[in-house]
Each structure stands twice: as structure tokens, then as C-alpha cells.
């Protein structure tokens, strides 16, 4: 059962991890600056809540 939670949240993790790490890109960049985790963690959390709530 947990394999099987795994694989169906694979493609929301991918999506997690991708905008992180584009998020540290554009901070290194100078385009964006640091504060912006403020807003963008709680967005990430509240994806990840309608994802789990989607799948069930």
C-alpha cells in the first residue's frame, strides 16, 4: 500500500521538486528575490494537500 502511495504521488513530487528548484534559479539569478520562499512553501503545501484530497 505504501509502493502504491508512492507511485501515484510521483508526478506531484516531480512537479515539487522542478519548481524548487526553479525558484533557487531564478534567486540565483538575482530575478527573484530570497523572501520569496514566504510565499512560494505555503503554495507547494497547499498543492500537495489538493493532490492528496484528489487521489482519494
Same mark, same amino acid.
Given at each position: ?16 521538486? &522542478?519548481?524548487?528548484?526553479? &525558484?533557487?534559479?531564478? +534567486? ?16 507547494? &503545501?497547499?498543492?500537495?494537500?489538493? +493532490? ?5
Amino acid at each position: 500500500m505504501h509502493r502504491k502511495l508512492i507511485e501515484e504521488n510521483r508526478p506531484l513530487w516531480g512537479w515539487i521538486i &522542478v519548481t524548487i528548484g526553479i &525558484v533557487f534559479l531564478l +534567486q540565483a539569478l538575482g530575478i527573484v528575490p530570497s523572501s520569496i520562499w514566504s510565499y512560494v512553501w505555503p503554495i507547494l &503545501v497547499i498543492i500537495a494537500g489538493v +493532490q492528496i484530497i484528489r487521489k482519494k
